[in-house]
């Protein structure tokens, strides 16, 4: 076939394969296989021929239909809920970016509907190398459906409840919260409360644990708790309100750790129309990009995302883990919402 009749056989309505690579540089289709395969034999005329007339065929490989062949995807499932949480979005950012440059791709599955198993079962379809879990609540009967998933690994990050067969790559929240305590009885503080979110009770979140025994071991009991349905900033304020309008003055705690940043937040916005006069020292968790703008100025607690997420991505796709490398501790970000005025 001549380079003309080539040309117009490949008009811009149609991809080009393999086999006109093939063709164009005078070689078999395996050659052109083994040209777009890392570390695979092939010769370096051959391999810059290849190239040569895939570039001017405008050929790409179909990394999909190859990974199906060698029984790997190269694709991930991240499960994720609560998108309307900025640290979500945070966590799919990190995730996705990491992923991207070990050449695989996310899919992203999003369970806030609760609808397990019809999302279970795209990711069985599309025969998934494993899947992250970002900071999900996971069921009893979830937990269930995704072991029932075709043997690829699953790994949940940020909570620290998973199941059988899933790991967990979390930091170390108890130290966090004890982290957490310690900056708020350094300001001479006498009276603490804690804000919730959803499933406080599954104790898949040990900051609460920390920040209460850290206050315990100084002489100090947790003096009141909130809670929430959700990481909802509304939510976080209506809780905050209503304590506000309720609690005298003279009676309120000084200083409240919120679960996230999202509820902190709330609780903040509340404190400024409810009792613009009068100071309630607050912390949040995860510091998210709202946190650090003047006139909120939000303490909170760093989770290391980039640390959490190269672990977590280690043990899905390598199979371990690292050693103890610092990846389980996460920063405390110091604003100005945790001083005593």
């Not at 540089?25 to 040209?35: H, Q």
């Not at 029984?71 to 966590?91: A, C, Y």
Request: net charge negative; hydrophobic share 40%.
């Amino acid at each position: 076939m001549s380079e003309r009749e080539m040309a117009n056989k490949l008009d811009k309505r149609t991809r080009a394969t393999a086999t006109d690579v093939a063709q164009k540089a005078g070689v078999s289709k395996w050659t052109v296989s083994r040209a777009f395969t890392p570390g695979a034999s092939i010769s370096d005329k051959a391999r810059e021929d290849v190239l040569a007339a895939a570039k001017e065929l405008g050929y790409r490989p179909n990394l999909l239909a190859r990974s199906l062949s060698q029984k790997r995807t190269h694709i991930i499932g991240v499960v994720v809920d609560e998108l309307k949480n900025p640290h979500s979005m945070m966590m799919l950012d990190e995730v996705t970016r990491q992923l991207q440059s070990r050449g695989y791709m996310a899919l992203m599955l999003n369970i806030t509907g609760e609808n397990y198993r019809s999302v279970m079962s795209l990711a069985e379809q599309l025969q998934v190398d494993g899947i992250l879990f970002l900071g999900t609540a996971l069921t009893p009967e979830f937990v269930a459906i995704a072991n029932d998933l075709h043997k690829v690994p699953l790994v949940q990050v940020s909570r620290n409840i998973g199941g059988k067969g899933i790991d967990v790559v979390n930091i170390d929240g108890y130290r966090a919260g004890k982290v957490i305590a310690r900056l708020l009885l350094e300001q001479g503080h006498q009276r603490f409360g804690y804000m919730a979110g959803p499933g406080g009770e599954e104790g898949h979140l040990q900051r609460k644990m920390g920040y209460v025994d850290e206050l315990k071991a100084h002489g100090h009991e947790l003096d009141l708790e909130l809670e929430t349905e959700h990481y909802d900033r509304m939510l976080g304020y209506q809780a905050m309100q209503r304590y506000l309008l309720e609690m005298p003055v003279s009676q309120r705690v000084d200083a409240l750790f919120c679960e996230n940043d999202i509820l902190a937040l709330g609780a903040m916005a509340a404190l400024r129309d409810i009792s613009p006069e009068i100071q309630l020292a607050l912390v949040g968790f995860d510091d998210i990009e709202e946190s650090e703008i003047p006139g909120c100025d939000l303490t909170s607690y760093s989770q290391r995302l980039d640390r959490l997420m190269h672990e977590a991505i280690c043990r899905l796709i390598d199979g371990k883990g690292s050693e103890k490398s610092g990846w389980e501790q996460g920063e405390i970000r110091i604003r100005r919402s945790h001083l005593k005025h």
